[in-house]
């Protein structure tokens, strides 16, 4: 059923949409802003200033922003899928020609009221597209080869760019978005198994590439790499992040050293806690049970994005819907791995929970969409 | 775009089939997390804990304050005064060279104490905090605290510094401290933490070097919190240290600024006992120095001024300088002969100006002779042939022997450094240290404090007060430690014939109030007080043939270093013996001119307890020594009016 189908009927129009609203999924987006916002206090030594305030106010725009997204109607956005797509891969090109060096690496356009990561926004208009052109492709033709390789170009040209700045969490977070989105809109397996399969060669050829000329990865990624797998070796060096963290969050015990006394984050032993490792900061002060009740909010809110997902018969709907979920979910999984010393340190937020801006607005943006799916469902 | 319904349901159960799997991945990641968590936060968490407080806590010392001394009457010789010093400590401040730059701009930095705190900050480790400028003042300080934000790393410190307000007059006796060396870490096993701290500051001679241990107290400790720079952020808890003992010496400050005084530029040592206890009253060396130049590190060329000056201030010539007693040995030599039944106090021997021992002539110092002398005028006139001969008769083992009794030849047992044991010779050590034989010459020497024996000033004292009380009276420097009295000096009872003792000390008292005594000219008239002494001039050379042809015996006309030493012993009041008193001036020329007025100046201050009366005097040094009491008092600081100084 495609949305030239749907009865205007039973389709709620102006004002009422909001009562259509998917509720609990906004609420629960609310919660998890305000465990950000308590963190921001906490690592600011008490203090609104600096970071939890502009953070509120980034919430509340980005609030309005989706329920804007949310009462323009689906169809719309599908339209806009293509267009978005290419104003995002326009905007990653620039990047790599005029964009602000920062961190090492290459990330931003300043705008001048915001810096603009293209990035992050093609982490949504990736799934847009995806889920458009599977939207638009008989179901016959999924896994043939040929209609298998486009979406494959579509996900692989944002995530050379991005690959480019470099910034390798937000290309594996791309790579796993657009593959997970391919499964789900039922390209064949074999596929899945055979990429599996040469990405573990390719992992062999990375490792086996360094130290000669055509080595595939930049030199701090390789020593991320190393210092995830061992980061006892540089303890004061490029493992200090990892050993810290982990310290941190393992002194939080069951119940955390309680609110604001976290002695590693409040003694500087953290780096970024504002940002990357706010987790730590939650963790040590409010414990397994504070760190267990994010897990759950987190959880909480993929469950009410399946479910919409699952109950829309709009196939565009669905597949972005899903798509939003799992690139939600890489989010706080990577950030949380890495954190915990399952993985290396890739430099992916928190969602919703860590400072910044640029990602807090694009989550939004997707919630939006999540939300416009929701109330513009076929009844 | 219609697509077959039959299609549209087939997609739709795919989507639904293939996004539960995600889901189903995504909740088992979920779980894996959790997990993870629960280990990390439940099973790991002690051992997390205790490296988040291992990271943040740092143990660190708190230096003792160091005891403080006083004196007999509570006036205070050392104490720890604040001072004010910068420190800057090399991992913090990054650039040390810019940061010093800066630091100069604000503060004037000592170009010697820079050159040493740069070698600190290069070698030491790189958190230890480096003093980069003391004792400075407070404005520096706060003008570096103002402007802390561009000096990272450089700390404005309040701390405790030794001072010595009495100056020169317990240079010897309490010595200083000083910041630990190298060498004195070597020198002690199992160095305290505390002197790890760099530039901890430690006794370096005297009291405060002997007694140190005492002094320095226990380092307390605190546990601090420190961020990741290394910052201390706040204090967890602390376990108090110890404070150094207060000490209390025996020194009474008002006649040591006295001793010191009436010394004056001479190179000269002067003990005063007490006879009851053994206590020092007095223990003065001079000249001087100011040991407040020490405890900041002393500056090259005032070091070498005070290594250069040939009146030797360093030493403490009154325990470590060693002189032949010359006369004031004769006691000795005739306590022996007594006591060995060789000689009768009334016995007279003939003294015609020399005596021949195994073809050598031994001179009396006066050439034409003494004539006949007892033991009561020999001493008296310090006939020396009457000593020759009883040596003869006593042998060199008995006078040893009676020489220990009395101090001579051991090392008493003071709280100073190079405490001396003098020298009391007998036919062994000669044998074992110059490997020749004991000849009768070595006697004969010997019996007027000549030739081998020597003795310092603090011996010559013990001896003066063991003559006067036939008790083994011992020197005794610290009175009390934190409030707690130390054993006396009263010794036992030496065993002496009273009766034979009796007749020494008459002799003794005709030295100084006999019209013939060779002190007669430094009496004291006032009956209560009046002394018994023995005065003692030795040789520093040989005279040779030469010099004697040509008749230049006068000391006066020979340079400085080979004039003889000027020394005199003795205790007073008389009848009742309470203090004994030893002067040695160096190369002054004859112990009655020279030693004798100043032991008498020391002896009369120590027993009024303040300028004695003129009337103490003979009639016709009064007017003189109105002049030299009136500019003593100009020259010595007025402590007594001076409440504050006291404890």
Redesign the interface.
Known sequence: MSYLEYTVKTTPTGLRKILYLNWPLAILLTAVAGVGFLMLYSVAGGSFTPWAEPQMKRYALGFAVMLIVAMVPIWFWRNMAVLAYAVSLVLLVLVELFGTVGMGAQRWIDLGFMRLQPSELMKITLVMILAAYYDWLPMSRVSRPLWVLAPVGLILVPVALVLRQPDLGTSILLLAAGGALMFMAGVHWAYFAAVIAIGISLITAAFQSRGTDWQLLADYQYRRIDTFLDPSSDPLGAGYHITQSKIALGSGGWTGRGFMQGTQSRLNFLPEKHTDFIFTTLAEELGFVGGMSLLGLYTLILVFCIATALNNRDRFSSLLTLGIAVTFFLFFAVNMSMVMGLAPVVGVPLPLVSYGGSAMLVLMIAFGLVQSAHIHKPR | ???PGR??A???R???R??????GA??G??G???L???F???E??D???L???E??INIRLIPPTRGRIFDRDGAVVAENVPSYRITMVREEAGDVDKVIARLAKLVELDPDELERARRDLRDLRGDTPVTVADRVTWNDISRVAVNTPALPGVTPEVGLSRRYPLGPDYAHVVGYVGPVSERDLERIDAPDQLLLIPRFQIGKIGLEAKLEELLRGKAGTKRV?????GRV?RELDRVEGEAGADIQITIDNDLQSYVHARLAEESAAAVVMDCETGDLLACASAPSFDPNLFVRGISVSDYKALLENKYRPLPNKAVQGIYPPGSTFKMVTALAALEAGQVDPAETVYCPGHMEVSGRRFHCWKRVGHGNVNLHTSLRDSCDVYYYDMALRTGIENISAMARRLGLGVQHDLPLTSVAAGLMPTKDWKLVNKGEDWVIGDSVNAAIGQGFVLASPLQLAVMTARLATNRSVSPRLVKSVDGVEQPTGHGEDLGLNENMLREVRKAMFAVSNNRRGTAYSSRIIEDAFRMAGKTGTSQVRNITAAERARGVTRNADLPWERRDHALFVNFAPFDNPKIAVAVVVEHGGGGSTAAAPIARDITLQALYGEDPPLAAYPAKDRGRIETQQEKLRRARPQHDSDESDRA
């Open positions: 775009m219609r697509r299609d549209n087939e997609s739709q795919r989507i639904t293939r996004g539960l799997i995600v889901a995504q909740a990641f979920v894996l997390l959790a993870r968590m629960r990390m936060q439940v790991q968490a051992q997390f804990r490296l988040a407080d990271n943040r919190e420190v961020n990741a720079s952020m």
